[in-house]
């Protein structure tokens, strides 16, 4: 509270954010910022007593009225994911009721490559050894050394993976080894080891003739261990009823290994068995394929229900465009699965060749499908985040763009267009004709360049008896720059709209001093009560030149400012944030800038040495 796009009357004392799955405290954040970007909250963000999934953050008395972003951070104690999100409120502004729906975005970043790359050799590892060792038993009886090979060779990726996986969860959520222990990543790698560790053991001892059987046995339980443990550091533990989704989710992983395991262990034993075992080996997996193809789609229905909750969501969400590539993968796969049981197996031992060139072609898509079940892993799920001016100043902003293929042309107005909550106006005519057009649905995206970290918010726009599109939100919640995504839906076609717009807000008092001699012009801004920025470009004409900020106190020394973000927007241009680095250990900046001949603005946004935001601009043209 106080809920997103709300307003209050009275300034609340704190703000509380009510999460998907319990969120780590040691590891989030809630901050809450005024239109200019400065920290207004008043304490650590703590929990709700009695409530784990709900995170509290103090605010300083006597808030003035306006509007405030609510940027919060956070890494779930369940799966270790990085979440990131922002809304607005207003405290003592009128609100009427929307036009459209308003909705915030949490930034799921845990979907990376990276990311990717550590559960894939995790998965890889663990139904490898799962699908070899079955094999094994079902077809050998004790299982010969390629086969066993394999199995050692699972464990060691999997026992990769593992460590991948919480490594790549502490650099996404900037914990330092030393404080990861007391988190829940230190948890989640202290129940990833145990399985990880006695499956490379069993791998290493299976490869003694003598032992092999049952230390193969000792490996396939503890890949089964080590998937149970994932499935209790991810989605389906989030969800309820508990129980039956980590069943099924454990059941799903489990058959996949029967399945695709069992055709990299099939495919090795095709190429390096006894002739007279190949055709028994590939007979007994056909069977097992087909028990595993059926679990296999039985958990994934019930579980794709449970996280993508409608049908809408599967082509609007990328947790829903990847379940549907991954049924895509399954369906080619139990494809070349039929072939090869119903054409290949039954001329067995003549049809060897090509069952192996099938098989083969199987592990390659079936590779392909773990992949994207490892990205289905690191995306979230659709049911995780259903979770004032002068009277100078315009009373409305109006921007206009069209598509990239020219098919339409759009005008956005934003009344009163400046931060805080808003009227959105949308008019879309043809490109070609100018014949306005009733649009079915419009979707806007908006995103602040120089503030990466506050997320990605949502305006859908609803259609007028007029055919314009309107709603009322506060996604404009921060003064300045912003980027703004319009998905146009019109008939059967769809067209995506990019616009740029700066709020109208008073231009700050700049103070210019003139150095001569071929010196650069100081600009001197006032950014908050006791702290002042000196900007200044060298060499101050168009070209490649270095940009200066320099922070100073209230006595008139140098301010401490542990870190900047400085953006540039060149008049028409593209914004762009600036790789801005220390030029002195106090708050001194600089960042490299190839610099147009008109005006160009410069954003900086500051964090001073007690964590508050502050930021402000200045409108430079070089050699003037």
């Not at 009823?241 to 992983?253: G, K, M, R, S």
């Not at 009277?391 to 069209?402: D, G, I, K």
């Not at 600036?578 to 600089?590: E, K, Q, S, T, V």
């Amino acid at each position: 509270m106080p809920a997103p796009n709300s307003s209050v009357t009275r300034a609340p004392r704190s703000v509380s954010i009510l999460f998907g799955e319990p969120p780590d405290v040691k590891l989030s954040r809630i901050a809450v910022l005024d239109a200019k970007g400065t920290n207004v909250d008043a304490g650590a963000t703590t929990a709700v007593p009695g409530k784990p999934r709900e995170l509290v953050v103090p605010l300083e008395s006597g808030l003035p009225s306006g509007v405030y972003t609510v940027r919060w951070r956070t890494v779930s104690t369940i799966d270790g994911h990085l979440a990131a999100g922002s809304f607005a409120f207003g405290v003592g502004v009128a609100v009427s009721a929307p036009a459209g729906g308003a909705s915030t975005t949490a930034v799921n970043e845990a979907l990376t490559p990276r990311a990717v790359a550590a559960r894939t050799l995790l998965f890889l590892g663990l139904v490898g050894v799962l699908g070899t060792a079955i094999l094994g038993f079902f077809a050998y009886g004790t299982p010969p050394l390629p086969l066993r090979r394999v199995i050692t060779l699972g464990a060691g990726l999997a026992l990769v993976g593992s460590v991948a996986v919480v490594a790549d969860q502490m650099a996404a959520a900037g914990v330092a080894p030393a404080a990861m222990l007391g988190s829940s990543l230190g948890a989640s790698l202290v129940e990833r080891a145990v399985p990880a560790l006695a499956l490379a053991a069993a791998a290493l001892l299976q490869l003694r003739r003598s032992w092999s059987r049952a230390w193969s046995a000792v490996a396939g339980l503890a890949a089964c261990a080590a998937m149970g443990v994932d499935v209790l550091n991810g989605h389906a533990t989030a969800e309820s009823p508990v129980a039956l989704n980590d069943v099924a989710q454990w059941l799903h992983i489990a058959a996949v290994g029967v399945w695709i395991g069992g055709l990299m262990a099939l495919v090795v034993a095709l190429l390096r068995t006894p002739l007279e075992e190949r055709s028994h080996a590939a007979r007994r997996l056909s069977t097992l394929a087909a028990i595993g193809l059926v679990v296999v789609a039985a958990t994934g229905v019930f579980r794709t229900v449970v996280e993508v909750a409608s049908w809408s969501a599967l082509v609007t969400t990328t947790f829903g465009i990847l379940v549907l590539v991954k049924v895509g993968l399954l369906a080619v796969l139990a494809a070349l699965g039929a072939l090869n049981r119903y054409r290949n197996v039954p001329r067995l031992p003549g049809a060897l060749g090509a069952l192996r060139r099938v098989a083969s072609t199987e592990i390659v898509v079936g590779v392909a499908a773990l992949a994207v079940a490892a990205a289905l892993v690191n995306a979230a799920p659709p049911v995780e985040y259903a979770a004032a001016a002068g009277p100078s100043l315009p009373s409305s902003l109006t921007v206009r763009a069209s598509d990239y293929a020219t098919t339409i042309q759009t005008s956005l107005t934003l009344t009163p267009g400046r931060a805080g909550f808003n009227d959105f106006r949308m008019v879309v005519s043809d490109y070609d004709t100018g014949k306005r057009i009733a649009p079915s649905s419009v979707r806007l995206s908006f995103t602040q360049p120089f503030r990466p970290t506050l997320g990605t918010s949502t305006l859908s726009l609803k259609t007028q008896p007029d055919g314009s599109a309107e709603a009322r939100g506060a996604e404009i919640s921060l003064e300045g720059v912003w980027e703004v995504a319009a998905v146009v839906q019109h008939g059967d076609r769809s067209a995506e709209v990019h616009f740029q717009l700066s709020t109208v807000e008073p231009a700050p008092k700049v103070r210019a001093t003139s150095m001569g001699n071929g010196l650069p012009t100081l600009y001197t801004v006032q950014m908050a009560p006791n702290v002042s920025a000196q900007i200044y470009l060298d060499p101050d004409k168009p070209g490649k030149a270095t940009l200066h900020v320099t922070y100073f106190d209230a006595t008139g020394n140098e301010a401490r400012v542990p870190q900047t973000a400085i953006g540039m927007t060149p008049n028409g241009g593209t914004p762009t944030l600036l790789a801005a680095r220390p030029f002195d250990p106090i708050g001194h900046y600089i960042a490299d800038v190839t610099l147009p001949a008109g005006p160009t603005r410069f954003d900086v946004l500051a964090t001073t040495a007690s964590g508050r935001a502050i930021s402000t601009y200045v409108v430079i043209t070089p050699g003037k």
